[in-house]
């Protein structure tokens, strides 16, 4: 797993756009009497070739000390994006920026969105290498997904792609990474609904399996456990709308009063769930997101979330791929970036009865039992 490090050194942001003097692939190409298309996929292991001219190739390429991931990039050289689906505005967020910076450095991004037509992230690998991307950032992918293989990861390490993990580290993947605080988000949201009274939180996340929900959870529990709250109302469901809906009906039925949501998109069905239950937001129930996500201060109410730095995050990334392509390896630690909250409308005091019983703490009576799950 990659080690923990709060920002990146002196050396490695001097050394992010050392000139290199490459090889190219057209030099390749030239020597070993093919075309780029054919030199692309010889060493991408891409059917087409016969295993002669596959075997000629590389053989040049060894001679020229040539490497996918080292070869000069010229001005227009390709670079991927691949994120989950773009309904979720904070993926749109992280692709408008990542492909905004690239453009500026002078590269052709290319962006892929996992849809409901079946087009997966494995898919759009193959496409990015078929047009000979240069390197490629993953956001949210199967690397944040602890059940999944990291052989598509090594893969194009082996084939050497440069590749950059967003918000997810994997194990035995040799990529640089950069992620959200995901712990610190969950103990900044129970700090704020701990002081306005509320002694029952809920926090309604996505599937266990995915490390920003593993680190989010653990984040939850020590907050809890600081503020002697219980720390058993969590809810798995998915990141979307009607997760967050289905999520907070489990919590409102176990007598939350306050919900942490893993998205705004969930925060958004959250406040659905109140309304259906005669509930109203935050006079019964306060609502916290994450991501601070576009729309948010435009919802009813103005939705309390934790920011996401996605411009600080898209930036490191960009650097870090680019210097990658370049040729400068970048440290293979996590780069964690600081959340922040955003005080609107959607949270307010514990109801009556929960402020109460807050104020009673110490004085003999049970308030905010924390049970072990």
């Not at 060493?43 to 596959?54: A, D, I």
């Not at 996500?293 to 934790?306: M, N, R, W």
Request: one cysteine or more; proline letters at 5%; aromatic letters at 4%.
């Amino acid at each position: 797993m990659c080690q923990l490090l709060r920002k990146p050194t002196a050396s490695l942001r001097k050394n992010l756009y050392a000139p290199v003097m490459l090889v190219r692939l057209l030099d390749v190409a030239g020597q070993a009497g093919v075309s780029e298309a054919t030199v692309s996929r010889a060493l991408s292991g891409k059917p087409g070739v016969s295993q002669t001219t596959r075997e000629a190739v590389l053989a040049v390429a060894d001679t020229l000390g040539y490497s996918k991931a080292r070869s000069a990039p010229t001005r227009t050289a390709l670079m991927g994006i691949v994120v989950p689906e773009l309904e979720n505005p904070v993926f749109a967020a992280f692709a408008q920026c990542m492909t905004t910076l690239l453009a500026q450095a002078g590269h052709t991004p290319m962006l892929g969105t996992e849809t409901a037509s079946g087009v997966s992230e494995d898919d759009w690998i193959e496409m990015m290498l078929e047009r000979d991307a240069s390197g490629i950032i993953f956001v949210s992918g199967m690397h944040a997904d602890t059940h999944a293989s990291p052989a598509r990861y090594r893969r194009l390490r082996s084939l050497r792609v440069p590749i950059v993990l967003v918000n997810g580290p994997m194990d035995g993947v040799d990529a640089g990474c950069i992620s959200a605080d995901d712990a610190t988000a969950a103990r900044i949201a129970v700090d704020h609904l701990s002081s306005l009274g509320h002694t029952q939180i809920g926090l309604a996340v996505g599937p266990e399996r995915y490390v920003p929900v593993i680190r989010r959870v653990a984040g939850f529990e020590r907050a809890t456990a600081h503020h002697d709250l219980d720390d058993s109302l969590v809810e798995h469901s998915l990141f979307t709308l009607e997760g967050g809906h289905v999520a907070a009906s489990r919590l409102l039925d176990q007598g939350a009063t306050a919900i942490i949501c893993a998205s705004d998109l969930m925060a958004f069905g959250a406040i659905r769930a109140c309304r259906a239950s005669g509930l109203s937001v935050p006079g019964d129930v306060s609502i916290v997101g994450h991501d601070n996500s576009a729309l948010v201060a435009f919802a009813g109410p103005p939705l309390t979330t934790i920011r996401q730095a996605v411009p600080e995050m898209s930036r490191a990334a960009v650097r870090m791929l680019l210097g990658e392509v370049a040729g400068t390896a970048a440290p293979r630690e996590e780069y964690l970036f600081q959340p922040e909250l955003v005080v609107r409308s959607s949270t307010g005091a514990a109801p009556p009865k929960q402020r109460a019983e807050h104020r009673t703490a110490g004085t003999g009576r049970a308030v905010g039992v924390r049970r072990r799950r």
